[in-house]
């Protein structure tokens, strides 16, 4: 993939992920999903996420966890909690282990939906979304960063992102690899609580954005802004 289209991911994931919190909380009867530009899946329901970035590649396992944002916000949020932080009305889906045990758990779920002493708790969604929208909210939840390391850094992510913009308006004495060094850093040191092994951080968005273009700071302090609102 074009390094231009990559980036156009990084900075629509995380405009996706804040433009459909407005719908979050409305009607669970599911919502199709746009699955463009994922591996088409055949045959039998799988039991273990094949978009992971080690069977697929990261740009591939990005393109899902830009789809499965949009697809669990549609559908998912409004009882699992918006960015998988559960309110206590459904399971908190972060928790869920990034292996096949916990692929299998969450497939059947989703396939089947949930009934208790005759009410539906969940509808269930397969036959209407499909395994390409399915593993890919699953790529999304299972990415998700721990608030509480999110938190830790987020003092200086407002004041990397303040640099950035800056540096957008005038680069002249941006150190364009320091920037990117910390910030892949710090991304590096948020975990997922599923045991993914990378979280979809904005720490991880903004760094991946930088290639010394006033552009590129400008796009990686937009992240860090969307990112940082939405955690608050």
């Excluded at 329901?45 to 789809?67: C, M, S």
């Excluded at 998988?84 to 292996?99: K, N």
Aim: net charge negative.
């Amino acid at each position: 993939m074009k390094s231009t289209t990559r980036k156009q991911f990084l900075l629509a994931g995380a405009l996706t992920a804040i433009a459909t919190l407005a719908v979050a909380h409305g009607d669970v009867a599911p919502q199709a999903v746009d699955t463009t530009g994922l591996p088409a899946i055949e045959g039998e329901w799988l039991t273990e996420n094949p978009y992971r970035a080690d069977k697929v590649g990261e740009e591939t396992w990005l393109r899902a966890v830009e789809i499965g944002a949009s697809g669990y916000n549609q559908n998912c949020a409004r009882c699992h909690g918006l960015e998988g932080v559960s309110g206590g009305l459904a399971p908190d889906l972060r928790f869920l282990e990034a292996e096949e045990y916990g692929d299998e758990w969450y497939v059947e779920r989703f396939v089947e939906g949930y009934t208790q002493n005759g009410i539906t708790k969940m509808p269930a969604f397969g036959e209407l979304l499909g395994q390409e929208a399915a593993w890919a909210i699953r790529t999304y939840i299972e990415a998700r960063p721990d608030d509480v390391a999110m938190e830790e850094v987020a003092d200086e992510l407002k004041a990397m992102r303040d640099q950035l913009a800056g540096y957008a308006a005038d680069a002249n004495g941006a150190d364009a690899d320091g920037i990117k060094n910390r910030l892949t850093e710090i991304a590096n040191d948020i975990p997922t609580l599923s045991g993914a092994p990378v979280a979809d951080s904005v720490a991880y968005r903004a760094a991946n954005l930088i290639d010394g273009s006033q552009g590129s700071y400008k796009s990686a302090s937009e992240v860090l802004t969307i990112g940082l609102s939405a955690a608050n």
